[in-house]
């Protein structure tokens, strides 16, 4: 069958009329030669679109690679699509997975993988993609990621010209640019469809006269035409979620049936400690939590209930907006400012109409709602003003005389220490545009090195990065970003520059800086050389304070006063004095380098910090052998050394911190050290402290959710499999 035979064929396999914006997308992908860009709201249909394509791939003989941006969503399109293949006539077996230690079906026609699989393919010489016939990139709005961004733009730029492109992506507001773009820059002709028609339309209310907890049981009723239920509740912070949902758990928000069938869908032992038993308590009522701090098994629950109608609100931030597809008959704004306090401003377009997209389920709903809520002061004021204007100034009933003379009394105000939003700002956002896609961020050293060990000059590499999806003036900051770059690898002799000829000479120690993902690569190899001789608790240390953690709870976390190890006291700190780097005594002032001695002076009229932790001590060192300044975190915290002192009891830690609402938060923290360990102990000699690290590590997690931890392990696999 040639393509238009296959077209007919598929659509014939319908049995239900098509979305203007499906039948357009279909009709481009059967005719276009380089493929299609298809643009359009969440709830459009576009799976069935992407099915057309792998219908074509099983019928033609060819093969073709699915991708999307996480495990989860891919093991979910890996099964719809082994049970749509056997519809159509073809074998489960024709429909393979690929998500970094799990392949099932890894040589079938069709292959469901993540992003990074694909990437790490079309870098493989072991990769012949010549029988390749197509590339379908779900989610490809996540072009637009800070941090794996870039693997989808590498995708794009390294598919061999014979593979034709399917995009699809939630709406973005420069689809003709990267259309544009990918055609002039990388000869990819994608015909654009788009669309902003939703199948659900939304009603936007603003609520200026009822409180969140009024608000809430008030969208509760019996009446589907009058119920506005289920709906998520987005807040900006964690500990908001948890107050809102304390506040309603106590209104009667379902019946008792409704009670009885949740608790048989309650797994018995999931709730058994940490914040668990408080979440069951909320979930029998009708309340789910979902955060980041929420752990996964927990959220996998709440996303359930919330699938099958029994719980009638989600309290969650706007994270769930951004990753989960978990699809509401209404939104709910607390709040439309976000940040610290005093600082906060109105959230991003982008983000406001992720969370707004949630409304309405086009198999059960006519109408999506979107309910924001002024602040509490402002709807106070509200109601007083109501209560206060329904009496006549000029009545002359003594008791309406002192209720209104009580009223005065008890006027409220605004408070000089909040901040507050207006309706106006609420139509400024819905009359906002969607988001626009752009090579976000420099890329990492990983890409470089690839770069650079692939024969490509330093003027290769820069044409390359003049040619990414930018405005003129951020291109112009990665060429900074590239000398910088360039600088502090032969700071640390990974290369040799020619500065007449911009040619390159690489050391061979420069492959082992690939070996870094969840660090600056450069401080990897640094810390890996200079922790050699350092205690156990100095190594845990050094690597927690390079990842990344919520600064919400850095007070639980505080680093101890740990005892200085050998290492700290007869190398590091004399190394740093002969470096002039003043380093303040933990007894009070601070050790001044002199110039003919090896010995410091204390000055105890120094009023900084009392003490340099080793951490700090260690990143001072890296700092002072840089070319260029290299944006590197250190935070002084103690997670994974508290488990480790627990014996590795997490919930025995998080309720000692007071962390049992942040469980999810320390659990990721847990599972970033292990993949930070094995990265180090890759390339320490197998210094038994870091196997010992990973090891303790994952058995605290595997405690809390083993089936997670497996997961999360998985996907960094998946990504480290890259070889850049």
């Known amino acids: 069958m040639d393509r238009g035979e296959i077209c007919d064929k598929f659509l014939d396999s319908l049995t239900f009329d098509l979305y203007p914006v499906q039948e357009e997308a279909l009709l481009a992908w059967y ?180 409180l969140l907890a009024e608000q809430l049981p008030a969208m509760v009723s019996a009446d589907d035409a009058e119920n506005r239920t289920p709906a998520l509740v987005f807040c900006f912070n964690r500990d908001e979620c948890w107050e809102v949902a304390e506040r309603i758990k106590g209104v009667k928000l379902i019946d008792q049936a409704t009670r009885e069938q949740i608790e048989e869908n309650l797994p018995a032992d999931a709730f058994s400690d940490g914040i668990g038993p408080k979440l069951k308590q909320m979930l029998i009522r009708g309340v789910g939590v979902h955060h980041a701090g929420v752990l996964p098994k927990y959220k996998e629950i709440v996303e359930d209930l919330f699938l099958k109608k029994l719980i009638p609100f989600v309290i969650c931030t706007e994270t769930l907006a951004a990753g989960i597809n978990l699809p509401a ?203 050699a001789r350092s205690t156990f608790e100095e190594k845990v240390q050094a690597l927690e304070s390079v990842l990344p953690l919520s600064p919400g709870i850095d007070k639980q976390v505080r680093l101890p006063d740990l005892e200085p190890g050998p290492y700290q006291t007869n190398e590091l700190e004399p190394t740093l004095l002969k470096l002039g780097v003043a380093l303040p005594h933990p007894e009070g002032g601070i050790a001044l380098p002199q110039d003919d001695t090896d010995e410091a002076v204390w000055d105890d009229r120094y009023e900084g910090p009392r003490k340099m932790t080793f951490a700090e001590m260690l990143k001072a060192l890296f700092d002072a052998k840089l070319a260029s300044p290299e944006i590197v975190p250190v935070h002084n915290r103690w997670v994974a050394g508290g488990i480790f002192e627990a014996q590795c009891d997490f919930y025995k830690f998080v309720r000692s911190r007071n962390l049992t609402k942040n469980e999810g938060i320390v659990l990721r923290h847990l599972l970033r050290l292990v993949i930070l360990a094995g990265e180090f102990l890759a390339l320490a000699d197998e210094d038994p402290d870091y196997q010992l690290i990973g090891e303790q590590a994952t058995r605290a997690c595997m405690q809390v959710d083993p089936r997670y931890t497996d997961r999360f392990l998985a996907e960094e696999n998946a990504k480290k499999a890259i070889p850049l």
């Open 31 to 210: 005719e276009s030669e380089g493929g299609v860009l298809v643009s359009a709201p969440t709830g459009m249909g576009k799976t069935l679109i992407a099915e057309s394509a792998i219908f074509e791939a099983l019928h033609a003989g060819q093969r073709l690679y699915y991708t999307t941006p996480l495990i989860a969503l891919t093991d979910q399109k890996f099964r719809d699509f082994q049970r749509q293949a056997e519809e159509w006539g073809f074998a489960r077996e024709d429909i393979g997975l690929i998500t970094g230690n799990r392949r099932v079906n890894p040589d079938a026609r069709v292959r469901i993988v993540v992003a990074e699989i694909l990437l790490n393919h079309l870098l493989s010489s072991e990769e012949n993609l010549d029988d390749v016939s197509g590339v379908v990139m779900d989610e490809f709005h996540y072009f637009n990621d800070w941090e794996r961004g870039v693997v989808w733009e590498l995708s794009l730029v390294l598919l061999p010209a014979h593979i034709r492109l399917m995009l699809l992506s939630a709406t973005v507001g420069n689809a003709v640019d990267f259309a544009r773009w990918a055609r002039e820059e990388h000869g990819r002709k994608l015909q654009l469809v788009q669309s902003t028609e939703r199948r659900v339309p939304l009603e936007f209310v603003w609520v200026g006269d009822k």
């Open 329 to 531: 008959r209404s939104v709910v704004v607390s709040t439309l400012l976000k940040g610290k306090l005093q600082e906060k401003k109105l959230v991003a377009p982008s983000s406001a109409h992720q969370m707004f997209g949630r409304a309405g389920r086009p198999q059960f709903d006519t109408q999506g709602y979107v309910f924001a809520l002024a602040h509490e002061d402002d709807v106070k004021i509200d109601k007083w003003r109501k209560k206060y204007d329904q009496i006549d100034p000029n009545t002359k009933d003594p008791g309406l005389l002192r209720v209104r003379k009580q009223l005065e009394r008890k006027k409220p105000s605004r408070r000089k220490t909040q901040q507050y939003w207006a309706e106006g700002q609420f139509q400024t956002l819905i009359k906002a545009g969607p988001g626009n896609l752009s090579s976000c961020s420099m890329i990492p050293y990983s890409v470089l090195i690839y770069l650079l060990t692939e024969g490509g000059s330093v003027a290769d590499i820069r044409k390359f990065l003049s040619k990414r999806f930018n405005k003129p003036e951020r291109l112009s900051k990665f060429q900074d970003q590239l000398e910088h770059m360039l600088n502090n690898l032969a700071a640390f002799g990974y290369l040799t520059k020619d500065e007449e000829s911009e040619q390159i000479t690489l050391d061979e120690k420069i492959h082992d800086l690939v070996t870094f993902r969840s660090v600056d690569p450069l401080y990897g190899a640094f810390c890996v050389k200079h922790l």
